[in-house]
T-cell receptor, first 112, second 116 residues
Framework: DAKTTQPTSMDCAEGRAANLPCNHS???????VYWYRQIHSQGPQYIIH???NNETNEMASLIITEDRKSSTLILPHATLRDTAVYYC?????????????FGKGTHLIIQP | KAGVTQTPRYLIKTRGQQVTLSCSPI?????VSWYQQTPGQGLQFLFE???????NKGNFPGRFSGRQFSNSRSEMNVSTLELGDSALYLC???????????????FGEGSWLTVV
């Protein structure tokens, strides 16, 4: 799976949009971008995933650049409960059963 | 529907003992994988089971083992516990496995193991 690069930490004011960037410059054509978050002492929570088109669900939006070398996770109206470590992961679309490779992620802190 | 369920949530063991952790996947999911999370190494893949067969294994010693039952429930076992095995052990399930990114992997809340 391709390697990802994320900022170590970010702050965001409560009620504002939180934009979390992820660089995956070596991504290949059949690799999806997945986002998870982990709140302290809990298991990782799935947020969203996409291949090339932008995606939106009830939790967040995922914007993938046209060249697919980077993406941004957007939490539209951040709350204090969104404080967590956010992981960006790229996964091959077929074959194999290798484990997910989690980097260090971005520690997002929502400020009141 | 119910999520991935792991038991026990917390446990303390003595060095040299062995431990068994249990995982019930989301109903209908046939793939179960296990991860270890420590402050120093982060989240690391242990192994994955599908239809009672281990399909892939991470880079862990043979003291770490697992199995999957016909109802997709899984257990992992760590023998001869070491202090360094203290960690959060996470179970994850998906419909058909980690290699197929069309299906999402969902995690349980984990089992906190402390070895003293």
């Amino acid at each position: 799976d391709a390697k990802t690069t994320q900022p170590t930490s970010m702050d965001c004011a409560e009620g504002r949009a939180a934009n979390l960037p992820c660089n995956h410059s070596t991504i290949s054509g059949n690799e999806y971008v997945y986002w998870y978050r982990q709140i302290h002492s809990q298991g990782p929570q799935y947020i969203i995933h996409g291949l090339k088109n932008n995606e939106t669900n009830e939790m967040a939006s995922l914007i993938i650049t046209e060249d697919r070398k980077s993406s941004t996770l957007i939490l539209p109206h951040a709350t204090l409960r969104d404080t967590a470590v956010y992981y960006c992961i790229v996964r091959d679309s077929g074959g194999g059963a290798d484990g997910l490779t989690f980097g260090k992620g971005t520690h997002l802190i929502i400020q009141p | 529907k119910a999520g991935v369920t792991q038991t026990p949530r917390y446990l303390i063991k003595t060095r040299g003992q062995q431990v068994t952790l249990s995982c019930s996947p989301i109903s209908g999911h046939r793939s179960v994988s296990w991860y270890q999370q420590t402050p120093g190494q982060g989240l690391q893949f242990l192994f994955e089971y599908f239809s009672e067969t281990q399909r892939n294994k991470g880079n862990f010693p043979g003291r770490f083992s697992g199995r999957q039952f016909s109802n997709s429930r899984s257990e992992m076992n760590v023998s001869t516990l070491e202090l360094g095995d203290s960690a959060l052990y996470l179970c994850a399930s998906s419909l058909t496995g980690q290699g197929f990114s069309g299906n999402t992997i969902y995690f349980g809340e984990g089992s906190w193991l402390t070895v003293v």
